[in-house]
T-cell receptor, first 112, second 113 residues
Framework: KAGVTQTPRYLIKTRGQQVTLSCSPI?????VSWYQQTPGQGLQFLFE???????NKGNFPGRFSGRQFSNSRSEMNVSTLELGDSALYLC???????????FGPGTRLTVT | GDSVTQMEGPVTLSEEAFLTINCTYT??????LFWYVQYPGEGLQLLLK?????DKGSNKGFEATYRKETTSFHLEKGSVQVSDSAVYFC????????????FGTGTRLQVTL
């Protein structure tokens, strides 16, 4: 069974631009969660989508948004990029509930 | 709010040495506890978990016991290998928001021959 895939793997953007990251979950998984990983703040929960609905949200500004499609694929969007948004963005999928989360390899975003 | 505290790294051990990585947590109720491992250039992999007090999670020679009285979930392995070199994260979640994991800062383990 294919794992969680994230595209692109690496991205360089300029401050003020916007970016969209994509996550394809494991087949059959309906829950997709997003995390930001930085050296300073560590791993922080962004949001979770389940069956196209945002179910949980972390403490991030409104510039961070996401959505989930009917095939469970998810996208995360960051508008008006700031230098501090440079991070590894990880996506995780699960069957939902208390089931194990499977993480993708991440997208490394660099904002210059 | 919830928080997870891990010992500072890096931890450097010789192969076959005993490993302990300390983890304590602050949370209401009875969270589920996890250890994740991140190898260079990869995402996180679940190493083991425990969902209630006194549960012991184990996998690949690693063990951790959910201690409610000390709010701890220390990771141990009796004999580490070079291939265990990675960053280890302790994390918790609550039943109602199971997909929202709160992570510790991570502990880098380096095992040398």
């Amino acid at each position: 069974k294919a794992g969680v895939t994230q595209t692109p793997r690496y991205l360089i953007k300029t401050r003020g631009q916007q970016v969209t990251l994509s996550c394809s979950p494991i087949s059959g998984h309906r829950s997709v969660s997003w995390y930001q990983q930085t050296p300073g703040q560590g791993l922080q929960f962004l949001f979770e989508y389940f069956s196209e609905t945002q179910r949980n949200k972390g403490n991030f500004p409104g510039r961070f948004s996401g959505r989930q499609f009917s095939n469970s694929r998810s996208e995360m969007n960051v508008s008006t990029l700031e230098l501090g948004d440079s991070a590894l963005y990880l996506c995780a999928s699960s069957l939902g509930g208390s089931r194990e989360q499977y993480f993708g390899p991440g997208t490394r975003l660099t904002v210059t | 709010g919830d928080s997870v505290t891990q010992m500072e790294g890096p931890v450097t051990l010789s192969e076959e040495a005993f490993l302990t990585i300390n983890c304590t947590y602050t949370a209401t109720g009875y969270p589920s506890l996890f250890w994740y491992v991140q190898y260079p250039g990869e995402g996180l992999q679940l190493l083991l978990k425990a969902t209630k007090a006194d549960d012991k999670g184990s996998n690949k020679g690693f063990e951790a016991t959910y201690r409610k009285e000390t709010t701890s979930f220390h990771l141990e392995k009796g004999s580490v290998q070079v291939s265990d070199s990675a960053v280890y994260f302790c994390a918790l979640s609550h039943t109602g928001t199971a997909s929202k994991l709160t992570f510790g800062t991570g502990t880098r383990l380096q095992v040398t021959l």
